[in-house]
């Protein structure tokens, strides 16, 4: 358990848009920051990064707390595991009441299969670099790629000795367990339930998450028996999933969002060289199709893909379809082609790194242009072949959803494909409408729920006379996070604190919604016990439901602009300049709620009640709560017409 010191040190040290900006690429808008939601797939920003109240949220999706808790959201990490990472970011030691477990066995089944993954990382590398097996076979061809021992220590480069069970009998001994080796890939079961090395006699790549812990390996054998595979790769398992995940991302990330740009390359080679070279936005879909997800994942830190192709005419025709889909989620494509024989690992060895880069600036293609190009050159003089690639050019260009981009790219193709650009648009736009009718088939054709059309209260057979008192209370809690440490400044009171007047006004108010219930709890609770909590006590509360409630409630989508008013004139009211009205609006408003409540229920009661005596009681109790609802009533000015 991590000691409180400690997690106060850390707590100080957290800039939270220095924290989310690792994960999303943010831009300041007013006193906060806004990006891309990186829980779900959205084009216009509403995950928003208040600096002040060192919150997120994320409109799109609900979630929101501290730095720890997107940690938590984002990676799946445990409370400690949060604390850890970002103890190590800032460089905080630390100090644990007990002496960790973590490298025996771990409660948590994910973390568990992290460590293992960090174990073998830590095997692989060592005996690369201090065995002579290692050195003589695994280093040497390192060093004869080019590889300089701080790019082989920076990705954790290793090498899996030529032996069946050299890394599994190790492990073992070391206390890890069999179904973690197993789990990870690490290890293979034998039928008759022994394990043994994976990857034997290969140099190993390790892949990292994007918070840099080792998930999975990629290894390469170095012999040239056929019947080999030449890469083996980590199965699919509770960490790894090969679709989300890019290559050299973990160490990319900052300088994509420099240069607003990301290259992006075939293989392992390829990353280590461009990024030794000095250019370090560079990532790998690894040897998979790219996917949606890989694509996602760029598009938290830019919109500028630049694919660096090798010479290959075969493979570049083959993926030409596979990157119409960057195209869809709105990012701006370029495509480089090397000169034949050639891959972006050999090219920068070849030249070096200004010279590569002179390339990459000189052949930059637009994506579409190049596309167009390339199917020309095929189709030659045919005309059918010709229409054919008209055709799927005009596909390509209707993914675009930038229609001025889109409309942009038709000019330059009519040009290119010698077709009147009205033909091309026209081509266009009967595409988009067959989508945009197939998008709507698809809408009609869902099932339609009573949900859909009936209001609430009629798809019950029977009448009720719920009133949702929810929002109210919510409002209480939002007034006890803004405003409850600040002094009472009406009707002469003093040295009096607001939230301990509303604690003290609402001591007779039932809560009903359950999360709403716990915080005025806790609130009072705290306050019994001398403490006036703030913000930040509910915002790092270990309580998930406490957190997520105090954050939507501190956070709002929209504010207005520094020149609101000398643009419009239009003064826009503040609740704080009659704290009075506010909070006892508030309070009341609410018990205003809760009497009308009573008094459904007490109506309710007086239908179906026999005995005289019992009738005569329930109405003395409704007299008296309408009275008491009409004392409530003329406070807040209204009148009731009953």
Not at 49 to 61: C, N, Q, T, Y
Not at 248 to 256: N, P, Q, R, S, V
């Amino acid at each position: 358990m991590i000691t409180k010191p400690t997690i106060d040190r850390i707590m100080e040290a957290i800039d939270i848009v220095e924290v989310v900006g690792e994960f999303v690429q943010l831009k300041k808008r007013g006193a906060n920051y806004v990006g891309l939601s990186p829980f779900s797939n959205e084009r216009t920003p509403s995950f928003t990064v208040s600096p002040a109240k060192g919150i997120f949220k994320d409109f799109s999706s609900g979630k929101g707390g501290s730095a720890v808790t997107f940690l938590m959201e984002l990676e799946k990490f445990t409370y400690p595991e949060a604390l850890k990472w970002l103890a190590k970011k800032y460089g905080i030691e630390v100090e644990e009441t007990v002496e960790s477990s973590e490298n025996k066995e771990e409660e948590n089944h994910r973390e568990s299969l992290m460590i293992v993954s960090g174990y073998a990382a830590k095997f692989f590398h060592e005996s690369l670099l201090e065995t002579e097996e290692g050195q003589n076979i695994g280093l040497s061809y390192f060093k004869e790629r080019g590889f300089s021992n701080e790019t082989i220590k920076k990705f954790e480069l290793g090498y899996s000795p030529d032996q069946w069970e050299a890394f599994t009998g190790k492990a073992l001994k070391e206390g890890y367990q069999q179904q973690f080796l197993e789990e990870t890939g690490l290890s293979v079961k034998r039928d008759n339930g022994t394990l043994y090395d994976r990857y034997r006699g290969r140099v190993m790549f390790p892949i990292h998450s994007f918070t840099g812990r080792v998930i999975a390996f990629g290894g390469r054998t170095l012999k040239t028996d056929k019947n080999v595979p030449k890469y083996v790769n980590s199965p699919e398992s509770e960490i790894y999933h090969k679709s989300n995940i890019l290559y050299g991302l973990y160490f990319a990330k900052k300088a994509i969002r420099d240069e607003d740009n990301c290259y992006l390359v075939e293989g392992y080679a390829d990353v280590l060289s461009v990024h030794q070279a000095g250019i370090e936005n560079v990532v790998a879909s690894s040897g998979t199709s790219l996917t949606v997800e890989q694509i996602r994942l760029i598009g938290r830190f830019t919109k500028n893909v630049t694919i660096l192709y090798d010479g290959d005419a075969a493979g570049i025709k083959a993926s030409l379809r596979g990157l119409d889909m960057i195209l869809e989620e709105g990012l701006n494509v370029k495509v480089v082609l090397f000169p034949d024989g050639h891959d972006p690992d050999s090219y920068v060895r070849l030249v070096g790194t200004s010279a590569f880069k002179s390339h990459i600036d000189k052949n930059r293609k637009d994506f579409i242009l190049y596309k167009t190009d390339i199917l020309l050159k095929e189709a030659g003089n045919d005309p059918i072949r010709r229409a054919d690639v008209i055709r799927e050019i005009v596909e390509s260009i209707a993914k675009i959803p930038d229609s001025i981009k889109a409309s942009v790219f038709i000019k330059e193709c009519s040009h290119i494909l010698e077709i009147d650009e009205r033909a091309l648009l026209s081509e266009l736009n009967k595409m988009r409408l067959t989508k945009a009718k197939k998008d709507s088939q698809q809408q009609a054709n869902r099932q339609i729920e009573p949900s859909d059309y009936l209001p609430p209260e009629e798809l019950s057979l029977e009448p009720t006379v719920k009133k949702d008192d929810s929002n109210q209370e919510r409002e209480i809690i939002r007034l006890l996070l803004l405003y409850g440490n600040k002094m009472i400044d009406w009707d002469g009171i003093a040295n009096t604190y607001i939230g301990p007047f509303m604690i003290a006004e609402l001591g007779d108010v039932e809560f009903d919604h359950p999360v709403s219930k716990k915080f005025v709890e806790l609130y009072a609770k705290e306050v019994e016990n001398g403490i006036l909590p703030e913000e930040q006590f509910f915002i790092h509360f270990p309580d998930k439901e406490i957190v997520d409630i105090s954050v939507t409630l501190l956070a709002t989508k929209y504010t207005l602009s520094e020149n609101w008013y000398e643009m419009h004139k239009i003064l826009v009211p503040d609740e704080q300049m009659n704290m009075k009205a506010t909070i006892l609006g508030a309070i009341f408003h609410l018990k205003k709620q809760k009497v009308g409540k009573i008094l459904d229920g007490l109506r309710g009661e007086l239908q179906k009640v026999e005995n005289e005596a019992d009738t005569e009681i329930l109405l003395t109790q409704y007299m008296h709560m309408k009275k008491v609802e009409k004392s409530i009533s003329d406070y807040l000015g209204s009148v009731i017409l009953k």
